[in-house]
């Protein structure tokens, strides 16, 4: 199928067949903001920050612009109030996860969140499993994974394997956007290999 136009934040822009909004609008080089894309990863649409209003036919919803499709005569918005209410909100919900993390705070500047917002959380993950999924579509070697579930669930190295695999790779640490997952690797290393502290 040839390409087919599409409206983004007013523009006319062109999509090819199989692309995603945030692809058609990558290549226009309009940028939507993400936290659980990946290029090289299949989209996986759980972070939402890449919300955007669509409209088809009459009919406008919101929608994760990473996982949908692009299609002919689409009207996309990627920046309104409403979107950004959105967004702020997404934020100050991941900065209780990790209020120092700078790509989290340069966005919370970029749509006015506020850190303190809510109760910190003990745990750094935000769920956007960009290094599970690194790990295991990339490089095949599931040396992390995710343990536990809903509010409890997080990241976890699996010592066994992170120990033969991790050393040499560790590509998925500046995915991070907590910045949080070098600290739980060398946890993890720190607790197979303890060292004598003299
Ligand atoms: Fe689209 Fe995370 S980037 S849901």
Not at 12 to 27: F, N, Y
Not at 28 to 37: E, F, Q, S, V
Not at 83 to 98: F, G, P, S, T, V
């Amino acid at each position: 199928m040839s390409d087919f136009p599409l409206q983004i934040d007013g523009r006319e822009v062109t999509a090819s067949a199989g692309m995603t909004v945030l692809e058609a609008a990558g290549r226009a080089g309009i940028a939507i903001p993400t936290l659980c894309h990946h290029e090289k990863l299949e989209p996986y649409g759980s972070c939402r920050l890449c919300t955007v209003e669509v409209e088809s036919r009459g009919w406008s919803k919101l929608v994760a612009a990473c996982v949908y499709p692009a299609e002919q005569g689409l009207v996309v918005r990627t920046r309104t109030e409403k979107i950004d209410r959105i967004r702020k909100l997404i934020l100050e919900l991941y900065l209780a996860h990790a209020p120092d993390a700078a790509g989290l705070r340069a966005l919370a500047e970029e749509y006015g969140a506020d850190r303190d917002r809510f109760e910190k959380e003990a745990s750094f993950c935000i769920h956007c499993g960009l290094c599970v999924r690194y790990c295991a579509e990339v490089k095949g070697a599931n040396a992390v994974g995710f343990i536990d579930r809903g509010t409890r669930k997080e990241i976890s190295f699996i010592p066994e394997i992170a120990a033969r695999e991790c050393w040499d790779c560790r590509e998925c640490f500046p995915l991070c956007p907590t910045e949080a997952l070098q600290g739980a690797y060398v946890f993890v290393e720190a607790l197979r290999f303890p060292r004598s502290t003299e």
